[in-house]
């Protein structure tokens, strides 16, 4: 984040992180997660409807998102169990990103390694 952008951010609340989402219609996103044992980058889909998870109620002040969703990712080269936790903003863009024994990519970074 630059020098003005931080200036002219709202003091409070997180500034979204984009093209770490790919938008499949209306009803689902993907995400992208990079295995830190094997390297492998896997494709993760989430349902807007049913996986993601709307902060509401009780759950509003317990993350910066507007949705978030906790899922246990399994790639196909091993069998390391990737714990991803992402909060969203309204427009499913990343806002924050917990993912442990791997790492969030970007679309770009997972394509990049698909055409090598
Ligand atoms: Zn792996």
């Known amino acids: 984040m630059g020098f003005l952008s931080k200036l002219f951010a709202p003091a409070r609340g997180p500034k979204s992180q984009t093209g770490y989402v790919k938008r499949e219609g209306k009803g689902a996103i993907w ?3 990079q295995c830190d044992k094997c390297g492998e980058k896997i494709p993760v889909r989430l349902r807007t409807t049913s996986e993601l ?25 091993c069998y390391q169990r990737i714990e991803v936790a992402v909060e969203f903003d309204a427009k499913y863009d990343v806002v924050e990103s917990k993912v442990t024994k791997g790492k969030l990519i970007t679309y770009q970074d997972y394509r990049q ?4």
């Open 53 to 77: 998870q709307r902060r509401e109620g009780p759950d509003a002040e317990l993350g910066p998102g507007m949705f978030f969703v906790k899922k246990t990712v399994v790639g196909s080269k």
């Open 31 to 33: 995400i992208y997660v």
């Open 113 to 116: 390694n698909n055409e090598q």
